[in-house]
DNA sequence: CAAACCAATCTGGTTAACCAATTTGGTCAA
DNA sequence: TTGACCAAATTGGTTAACCAGATTGGTTTG
């Protein structure tokens, strides 16, 4: 067979091709929670695309915990109705990548509330983590050098310690990209990083006193310059 | 060779281990943003892993923008610098499954900002489309059918107008373990669902009015139930 | 007649072979 | 000396072959 090699852009297509036929084969068969899928062998060969292609897509829709597959038996409707799940195909098959725009608006609304928790659930380790990555920032900035990875690993640890599993996922997957976007839109100045310094110790200080109300505020506080980038209004 | 079947537990377990690896690797060369990894044939051999392991495992790097790929050339280290990726990697290793109060944590927290965005933004279309989840869930709940899916989908029509692709994302990602909890700890009994119709009411129509002051509150009171599951104290 | 058993078949997962684009090191001509 | 050029090696991506566990339908046995 013809071997094509497919741009990430072409091969985003495919997925998304798939999972449509996917969702018209699931609304045609009328399949329900907990029956099976045809195997990918077959879905390969009536898709007519390769096997890869209808594993990537289906264990997209596993992430999303649309399908879940048993090893040696098959692929399977998970427990959401049908019109749930055709919905949702629907919605992932709209998703754009996000903005930057919308990645800070969101980092300040999952910061604001993991800095609420980690001050109520610190625990003495989290305390400490917090305190030697406030550390490794201050010592970078007041040598002058670029602290962007240790202010954000600051807030990573925030997120850790408010014990929120799925908050501290969220945090993890959209630094990467607001790294990326800080570094190309220089957010961060370097008279800014001075600053930073204070306000990360006055957020640290309110966590360690387990004041909430008062570590929210100080993460406002920090985050004002990115309220320029997201007109933001107070809830 | 030996052919060995994995359970999913197992399975993740390897992705750890690898992952443990490559920081290790990284940190014990000193690669830098931009450096290329070893080969997966090479790592695959060095780790003494499948090959495919070690695919699995760089695409889940990739996934939190850590790592790169470029076809016929090789892996490389995102623009993120060596401390940061380090304890993002430390973190991923860390990361644990959300647990229900979690995923319900994080779900008001969306939501109450997803409903705000989506009064302030909210299009023509989007409004058909929240209208007409809605009207599926209300027929549904006079016929005392049983109305997850379709309370559900209302909800993320109104996080599709909040025009936030991050916040749309997420609110999909957390979607189906909050039904599956839903069901197995039956939060909606019947007689909820019928107060539930007037309260969608009441959010449908802030949105159309567009005043997101009031959109917020509705969605609290709509949360109401839900706190018990949560204690959370308002912002 | 029902239950236990068994072998053929089907399945997702795994490994190996293959492909084409990209690098790369060296060669040759200007 | 330098720049263009080319072929061989390397790479991630793709396809095909293979594996062992699960399913299933029929057969046998109590």
Redesign the pocket.
């Known amino acids: 067979?013809?071997?094509?090699?497919?741009t990430n852009n072409e091969?985003r297509d495919v997925q998304q091709k798939i999972i449509a036929k996917l969702r018209d084969l699931i609304e045609y068969k009328n399949l329900e929670p907990g029956d099976k899928?045809?195997?990918?062998?077959?879905l390969s060969e009536k898709f007519g695309v390769?096997?890869?292609?209808i594993?990537e897509s289906i264990q997209k829709l596993e992430f999303y915990g649309i399908l879940y597959?048993?090893?040696?038996?098959?692929?399977f409707i998970a427990d959401i109705g049908r019109v749930a799940m055709s919905g949702m195909m629907e919605d992932i098959l709209g998703l754009e990548e996000p903005d930057f725009k919308s990645l800070v608006e969101t980092r300040i609304l999952l910061e604001l509330k993991t800095v609420r928790l980690a001050a109520l659930r610190r625990t003495d380790e989290d305390l400490e983590a917090m305190r030697s990555a406030l550390d490794a920032y201050k010592s970078k900035v007041l040598n002058k050098e670029d602290a962007v990875e240790e202010d954000l690993l600051f807030h990573l640890a925030i997120a850790k310690a408010s014990k929120n599993s799925s908050m501290n996922t969220f945090m993890l997957i959209i630094t990467p990209e607001i790294i990326t976007n800080f570094e190309k839109y220089h957010v961060c100045d370097s008279n800014q990083s001075f600053k930073g310094i204070q306000e990360h110790e006055d957020i640290f200080q309110a966590i360690k006193d387990q004041d909430p109300k008062r570590a929210k505020e100080m993460m406002k506080v920090h985050f004002k310059v990115l309220y320029q980038y997201c007109y933001h209004s107070d809830n």
Not at 37 to 42: A, D, G, T
Not at 69 to 75: C, R
């Open positions: 067979m013809k071997v094509e090699v497919l091969k899928l045809p195997s990918e062998r077959m390769s096997r890869s292609n594993r597959s048993k090893p040696q038996s098959g692929t």
